[in-house]
């Protein structure tokens, strides 16, 4: 029942990046649409919901890509690891916390898509995909992150209102 | 409140292990069938919203001029390249012409770039060949593919040649679904094919690099590179037809030690830019492990 919710909206959040946000950028970097979902809301419901939607999601993904099925969804699994845990409760106010967890789960969704792409047997360019893709992309993504934090508030809140459950 | 039960604690680990056997099941060729029926479910979403998209970006050139403006643009652009295409594809019999001339009882009747004529990307083009729009771009930063809304219903096949612009080569088609088929760009990391330098007939192997930029490496070391020369696909292997525009030359290297040189091209297309593109159904490719991959699909008992 909780999926026919989850599903068409990751589907929608998956399509929209493949047609819309993989063209906008800076340097060869893009908004992550469903890593930053995946990300605040695991951020917001804790590490369960987060992965839930990480699996789906990376799933959903790799479907309009070329690249290796199930990647996407280990890359967003960690995601939702990092999102989740509840450690750096006294880093400060959710603000900061926020920003740190966005470059972190960053910096590994995108080491986790490189290795699972290195050991598929595609070549890799480390020094390029850092500079190029993951930096720039941390402060792109930073810069939206609580713009992304606070819909996914909103949406829990709705959710919570009116009794639905958008995992498992 | 979040009610944790301790079988939900387990369910990140599980779901990794999932998505791990995923990927080597994938890997393996055996999600195939699956993956092509999540296609069809899939693809019409992505042509919709991408139609969607499209259309909503429109209503924001309502100035008329501008639009005439980028109209005339485009179609000078297109002559341009069509022009340009058509130069160098001139040259090239020219350079094929002074070949054959050198060889006595030499006889080809093999019919260089036969089938991309000038007229490719035209209406008339699209009439003879599947002309498809670019619906989607790759979510990964980090592969070069296309997604175009021609598929299985127009005869577009894995391992078919993808141009614009022209005879301009854009890639291979890797994957078909329907009504959209995948299209590994020539810039992609994985992508490889078999080219010559137009005048000095050298070959080589094209190979797309992590940054999205072409590099044609395996040149033998005494043959001579020149910043400026046009590199065109050269036919070897019969995965792709003989005389289509690669790039051309923007630097040489050479270092002595080593067995070969390469050189770094500027690709012909902007990969960055495109629009339509143009699926040679017509070339049939020589059947390799590469260009038609099988999936080994499970015996059953």
């Known amino acids: 029942m909780n999926l026919y919710l989850t599903v068409p909206l990751l589907t929608l959040i998956a399509v929209f990046q493949s047609v819309l946000f993989s063209q906008l950028g800076f340097q060869d970097a893009h908004v992550e649409l469903m890593v930053m979902v995946v990300l605040t809301w695991s951020f917001v419901r804790g590490m369960e919901a987060g992965a839930v939607w990480a699996f789906i999601g990376g799933l959903l993904i790799d479907l309009f890509s070329g690249g290796p099925l199930g990647g996407t969804s280990l890359a967003l699994l960690v995601v939702a690891f990092l999102g989740g845990l509840q450690w750096g409760r006294s880093l400060g106010p959710t603000f900061i916390r926020l920003i740190i967890v966005t470059a972190l789960g960053f910096l590994a969704y995108h080491i986790i898509l490189l290795l699972v792409l290195a050991w598929t047997g595609r070549p890799v360019s480390w020094g390029f995909s850092l500079s190029r893709v993951i930096l720039p992309g941390v402060l792109l993504n930073g810069l939206f992150a609580p713009l992304f934090h606070r819909l996914m508030v909103w949406l829990d809140r709705r959710i919570r209102r009116q009794g639905l459950n958008l995992s498992l | ?301």
């Open chain 2, 1 to 301: 409140m979040i009610r944790r039960s301790p079988r939900r604690s387990w369910l990140p680990l599980v779901l990794f292990i999932v998505g791990l056997l995923i990927l080597v099941f994938h890997e393996a060729g055996y999600l195939s069938p699956v993956e092509n029926a999540l296609h069809y479910v899939f693809d019409p979403l992505q042509r919709v919203t991408s139609g969607l998209v499209r259309s909503t970006g429109d209503m924001f050139h309502t100035v008329r001029e501008v639009r005439e403006l980028r109209a005339e643009l485009e179609t000078l652009r297109s002559r341009v390249d069509t022009l340009t295409a058509e130069n160098i594809r001139l040259q090239e019999y020219e350079a094929e012409v002074q070949q054959l001339r050198s060889l006595l009882n030499f006889v080809s009747d093999y019919p260089i770039s036969a089938f991309v004529g000038a007229d490719v990307v035209g209406r008339e083009a699209c009439d003879q060949f599947p002309c498809g729009d670019v619906v989607g771009a790759d979510p990964n930063p980090y592969l070069r593919y296309v997604t175009i809304n021609v598929g299985a219903q127009q005869g577009v096949e894995k391992g078919m040649p993808v141009v614009s612009g022209g005879a301009m080569l854009a890639g291979r088609v890797v994957q078909v679904g329907p009504r959209t088929a995948q299209v590994q760009l020539l810039s992609d990391g994985d992508s490889a094919v078999a080219s010559l330098l137009k005048l000095s007939r050298v070959t080589g192997l094209v190979v797309g690099q992590p940054d999205g930029t072409l590099r044609m490496e395996y040149i033998p070391q005494d043959e001579e590179v020149n910043e400026g020369d046009i590199v065109l696909t050269s036919g070897l292997g019969g995965v792709l037809p003989k005389g289509l525009i690669v790039g051309q030359v923007t630097e040489v290297q050479q270092m002595d030690y080593e067995l070969f040189q390469a050189a770094v091209l500027r690709p012909a297309l902007d990969f960055s830019r495109l629009e339509t593109l143009l699926v040679i159904t017509d070339f049939e490719p020589v059947p390799t492990d590469e260009a038609t991959p099988e999936p080994p699909m499970p015996e059953s008992e």
